[in-house]
Structure formats: C-alpha cells, structure tokens
C-alpha cells in the first residue's frame, strides 16, 4: 500500500531535523573561524545554514543552546578517550607520571590538528562574552572530567592541577602562536622536530615535578 503524504513526512522529519542541526553546528564553526565572535548571531548563522532563524529556537532554544551544540558536537575540544589516547582503561593502569607525560603529549596533538579551535582561542583572548564563556565552561567541564578521572590529590607536595595548568597554557599559547610566527625561543614550531623538542620539554617537566612528591 503506498504510503500517505503524512507517513512520508513523518518517516522524512527526524533526518531534517539531524540535517539542519549540524548545518547550524557547522555554520557556527565556520562563523567563528572566518569572523570571530563579533558577527555571531541568529541572523547571520541562520543565513550562513541556509535555514530560518525560528529553527534555532526550536532546535537549540536559542544561540547559547547552539554555541553548547557547537562545542559538545562539534569536535571543538578533545575528548576525554582522545585526552587519555584512546584506550581510558589502559590510561587508567599507567604510573602518575607516564600518565601526566601522555596527556600533555595528547593534548597538544589534539589541539595542533584543531585549526579552527586555534582560531576560536585566538579570539577569545581579544573578546569575552556569553558566548566565549559558553565554550570556556565546556572546556573547564571537561579538562576537570578528565582530572577527576585520573589524577589523584597528590598531597602538599605538589599541586598536579597547576602544573597541569601552566602545561596546558604553554601549549595553548605555542600553538596559536605558531599560526603566525615560526620561531620561539630558537624552536622551529613550523617543523615537527621543533613539536618533538616541546614534548621532550614537557616530559622534562613532569619528571622533575614528580621528584616532589
């Protein structure tokens, strides 16, 4: 028996739905890569999707509910399975040092395959609103997820968040740097010998650290 018109636009809905989420996902991301954050609105995103604005609304509740789609789903931020290598398990048995050494190490390579997450942390550092600080909750959520996970309370001796911190900054600031400008502090960071000499550099640090506890 053919189907009703009804039948076919129930059948067809969920896949436009799905459809126009991820449009408006990627219309976000494309948005902040080439504009920043200054254009970002649901006008413009709409136009950019190619959908009506009153989507947004239904889809996301509005731009901050987008902008959290965004950075949930939209690969904006490395997974926790990404951060621990891939195998949370076989992080999980690893010594306290292997395991702050690899983190860093996925970290970076997380972040140096993001270009458009470099582009979105250069912006933030000239622009703070609801929106920057949307994606920064998503971060700190998910970089405290992991840590909680992992990293125990090291006792007085040492403070694993901070050094976690300064890493993670390091890396953040070296990376979007090397975006623009090759050379920092005679390391070639256009060349991957230069991102192994950072690795090396971290691995250095944490050893050390671990002389602490």
């Known amino acids: 028996m053919p ?8 059948e067809k809905r ?5 459809a126009t ?6 219309a976000v991301g494309k948005m902040l890569a080439d504009q920043g954050f200054t254009k970002l609105g649901v006008n413009a995103v709409a136009k950019a999707a190619g959908v009506d604005k ?7 509740g509005g731009m901050p509910g987008l902008i959290s789609a965004f950075g949930q789903e939209g690969d904006f931020w490395p997974s926790i399975e990404e951060l621990a290598g891939g195998d949370i398990e076989s992080f999980r048995r690893q010594p306290l040092e292997d395991k702050l050494y690899a983190l860093g190490r996925n970290f970076l390579a997380g972040i140096r395959r ?13 622009e703070r609103n609801d929106l ?17 996970m992992f990293l125990p309370d090291a006792g007085a001796g040492i403070d694993l968040m901070a050094i976690s911190a300064i ?19 005679g390391i070639d960071l256009g060349d991957d010998e230069g991102w192994k000499r950072i690795e090396q550099g971290i691995g250095q640090v944490i050893k050390g650290a671990m002389k602490l506890l």
């Open 3 to 10: 189907k009703t018109q009804k039948q076919v636009g129930l």
């Open 14 to 18: 969920p896949r436009d739905r799905e």
């Open 21 to 26: 989420r991820t449009l408006l996902i990627e």
């Open 54 to 60: 009153v989507l947004i609304y239904r889809y996301f």
């Open 114 to 126: 993001r270009p458009l997450t470099q582009e979105i942390m250069a912006w933030e550092m000239v």
């Open 132 to 148: 920057t600080v949307e994606l920064e909750t998503i971060r700190e959520t998910r970089m405290l997820r992991f840590a909680e």
């Open 167 to 185: 890493i993670g900054a390091g890396i953040t600031y070296l990376v979007c740097r090397s975006r623009k400008v090759r050379w920092y502090n």
